[in-house]
């Protein structure tokens, strides 16, 4: 008989599905990419909360001893799994072991549970090998750990090869207030060649001053906030640009100030290597060329780009460009690329002086 598998952290889905194993899932979380069903859901579910909201509710609801997930128990009884995956390492991110066990003690069968609590990148692999393990497929967890190693093998070799020195990082788990980053991540930095001061390895994140951070003074800056992609980051990331002593930091002179997606780096599941390949593109990109694949899930806030009429060069923003302070006048022929300023400009008003001759 098949085992019955239900995943309560996201982690936990994407490395079984990373490993082949998907075919034992029956339920997951509502931030699952998996078309199994949902059994865990979130009172936060389709909100248009800005960060600051949300680090509002999260706070008030952790003083009234209040959850922000809950399990749909009926089809949790319907399922009848077998085994739980459940974590322990952050109540704000997903639902806590002590919650769902509320849910799964009224079961008719009892499960087994079993919590997985990673504080660093072993931490991870390890849990790989744990939930293997309990899928009677061990060798499963060990063929893609293998193969995982290679890659960041691969990278350690380049960077030892060409002596590339290490580049002072910071990346960001939260926007307003801004929090340093935590747990495995300071781990993923070491290995794509660098090292962030203001990160707390295998410890919680925790609200980090600005005026410590322009002091620290960044080489490369990467803004993930937790839960959010590129274009939500995009979205707040005026929030930083306006904070006084912005445009002095080193990573923003260096056109180093990067978005990137949050689950490459805040969820613990395998694919945090390719988290790892991602910010070695960003710290040493003479080493390491993008890929195409992490096309979508990483965007430099500033590019250097060339005027196709006038050929002057100029800085392009992601988010919040100057463009954006000027009447949106469409089309400008985009296959041209974009324009300087001042082309710009002119050009804006040549359409504006067409439209009204009309």
């Not at 290490?166 to 660098?194: D, F, S, T």
Request: with cysteine.
């Amino acid at each position: 008989m098949t085992l019955k598998v239900c995943s309560f952290l996201p982690a936990a889905t994407s490395m079984i599905y990373h490993m082949g194993l998907q075919d034992f899932l029956c339920g997951v979380t509502f931030e699952c990419h998996s078309d199994k069903p949902k059994v865990v859901r979130s009172y936060l579910e389709g909100n248009t909360y800005s960060s600051e909201e949300i680090e509002k509710i999260v706070s008030e609801s952790k003083q009234m001893g209040k959850g922000l997930y809950y399990v749909d128990e009926e089809l949790l009884q319907e399922i009848a799994p077998d085994i739980i995956f459940t974590q322990d390492v952050c109540d704000v991110c997903q639902i806590g072991t002590s919650f769902a066990e509320r849910a799964i003690f009224k079961l008719k069968k009892q499960p087994l549970v079993i919590p997985l609590t990673p504080r660093t990148l072993n931490d991870v692999y390890d849990n790989a090998i744990t939930i293997a393990k309990a899928l009677g497929k061990e060798e499963a967890a060990y063929h893609l750990l293998a193969s995982l190693k290679k890659r960041t093998d691969s990278i350690t070799d380049t960077l030892r090869k060409n002596n590339a020195p290490l580049k002072r990082v910071m990346v960001m788990e939260w926007i307003e207030p801004i929090y340093n980053c935590g747990h495995w991540i300071p781990y993923q930095i070491a290995q794509a060649g660098g090292v962030d001061m203001l990160s707390n390895p295998g410890g919680y994140s925790v609200i980090t001053p600005w005026d410590k951070i322009v002091r620290y003074n960044p080489e490369v800056l990467v803004v993930a906030p937790c839960g959010f992609n590129v274009n939500r980051a995009a979205q707040e990331i005026d929030k930083l640009t306006q904070l006084e002593g912005w445009n002095e930091l080193a990573a923003v002179k260096n056109n180093a100030v990067f978005l990137a997606d949050a689950d490459l780096f805040t969820c613990p599941s395998t694919h945090l290597v390719d988290g790892i390949e991602l910010l070695a593109f960003m710290f040493h990109g003479n080493l390491f060329p993008a890929k195409e694949e992490f096309r979508d899930k990483c965007k430099q806030l500033y590019t250097e780009k060339k005027c196709p009429k006038c050929t002057t060069a100029f800085t392009c923003a992601s988010g919040n460009c100057w463009c954006g302070e000027l009447p949106q006048i469409m089309p400008m022929n985009p296959e041209a690329g974009c324009l300087c300023p001042e082309c710009l400009k002119v050009a804006i008003d040549d359409k504006i002086k067409a439209y009204q001759a009309k």
